[in-house]
């Protein structure tokens, strides 16, 4: 069976078939399989008309939170649990503005902290545990941590506490 | 092992050959006052346990099955796999589950075989390459046991992974069919599936059309078996019915 999904919110359920590829655009939610659009997830449809020759655009959003995970690419927030000569452990807590459910583990290897002087860079002295970092995720990494880096100029420290429970102020 | 219980002989095998026992009833109909093709009536919620990303509840009469589905998630340095998420999955009998047998404590062979039956039946469901390093982890208690309930825990895994969710290429359904003599019935319950000769337990994605996992158990012959899997895949059908009817309340 087969609705017409053109500015209509219709709530849907993985594998329910939503369009063909001939009138509509896969979004976000969405799979394509022999010429037709599917849904992949439970959740509420949204048609968006980009521009107005173009092919309406076909998303399932979740109601609840959608399951994110780090990617190459994107901007994290992270909280230092460690540090070391050669690089620094953090818990990655929300990938761009949204909150994980569980929290993934990064290093932040010394190489990575800044752009320039790398190879003078002392992590004792640009990290401590309990910082809360802004990072960008540069790869998988290895089996126990994404690798990130804190080396452009939007990247960094961007709440730390003193030894006596103060907020410190950034310097640069 | 469970070094302070005396335990039988781990591996013990019936023999294939059984003598089939015919049903109680004189007229051939089952005893419970069942059709030889219908299904128990089946009760399905999601959402039943608030700490976990997903879980669905599924109770067919007396067959009472309950599925937590925990992330995707970082997984362990052993499980990992750089392309796609690992889905593992722990089947268990609640040691009250079976009639007259207490399961124990650790998963025996029985249930590890489950285990990875229910993996099997759910891994092609799922978009497992968008989550790389993670694993998603299932974790199924049957709490009562009266037949069917391996085709009631794939049917409840996938709803859970659904209301968690994940990126799924379909729902999964599943249900059995056994043979007692010359007879194939649907959904058999667990005095049924005692005396059964041979028997097929089908899980499939409904919308797409599309079988994921089929066992067949004892002895049956080429036209048994295939009645028993229309008949299986019909209930599938209807099961996927139910489940999407679940799922959008």
Request: proline share 5%; glycine share 8%.
């Amino acid at each position: 069976h087969h609705t017409s999904f053109d500015m209509e919110v219709v709530c849907v359920i993985p594998g329910q078939r939503l369009g063909s590829t001939t009138e509509y655009e896969a979004g976000p939610g969405t799979y394509v399989h022999n010429n037709f659009i599917y849904s992949s997830l439970v959740g509420l449809t949204h048609p968006s008309k980009p521009q107005p020759g173009q092919k309406t655009i076909l998303t399932v959003t979740k109601d609840t939170e959608p399951t994110i995970i780090p990617e190459i690419g994107s901007v994290t927030i992270c909280k230092v649990t460690k540090v070391n000569p050669r690089f620094a452990s953090v818990n990655i807590l929300c990938v761009g503005t949204k909150p994980l459910r569980e929290t993934f583990q990064g290093i932040i290897r010394v190489q990575d902290v800044r752009a320039t002087e790398i190879d003078k860079v002392e992590i004792y002295k640009s990290f401590r545990p309990g910082d809360i970092l802004r990072t960008e995720v540069i790869s998988l990494g290895d089996a126990r941590s994404y690798y990130l880096t804190t080396s452009k100029n939007e990247l960094g420290v961007i709440f730390a506490q003193s030894v006596a429970g103060a907020t410190m102020v950034p310097i640069s | 092992m469970d070094k302070y219980r005396a335990s039988g002989p781990e591996g013990t095998v019936r023999p294939i050959m059984k003598v089939p026992r015919p049903l109680p009833s004189s007229e051939g109909a089952r005893p419970s006052g069942r059709g030889m093709d219908q299904f128990r009536h089946m009760f399905l919620k999601t959402g039943v346990i608030t700490q976990a990303s997903g879980s669905a509840y599924v109770e067919m009469e007396r067959t009472k099955v309950i599925c937590g589905v925990y992330g995707p998630r970082l997984a362990a340095q052993k499980h990992q796999s750089f392309e796609k998420a690992v889905l593992t999955c722990d089947y268990k009998y609640a040691t009250f589950a079976r009639k007259g047998k207490r399961a124990g404590y650790i998963p025996d062979q029985n249930e590890k075989d489950v285990s990875m039956t229910l993996v099997q039946a759910l891994e092609s469901s799922i978009f497992l390459d968008k989550f790389p390093k993670n694993v998603i982890e299932l974790y199924v208690l049957v709490m009562q046991d009266d037949g069917g309930a391996v085709g009631a825990a794939i049917t409840c895994a996938s709803l859970a992974l659904a209301s968690a969710g994940i990126e799924m290429v379909d729902l999964v359904s599943a249900c059995s069919a056994s043979q007692i003599g010359k007879q194939i019935i649907v959904d058999p319950d667990v005095d049924e599936e005692r005396n059964q000769t041979g028997g097929v337990t089908v899980a499939r994605m409904s919308s797409l059309g599309q079988v994921t996992h089929v066992m067949q158990t004892g002895m049956m012959d080429l036209r048994a078996t295939s009645q028993a899997l229309e008949l299986c895949v019909d209930g599938c059908d209807k099961i996927y019915h139910l489940m999407r009817k679940a799922l959008i309340e």
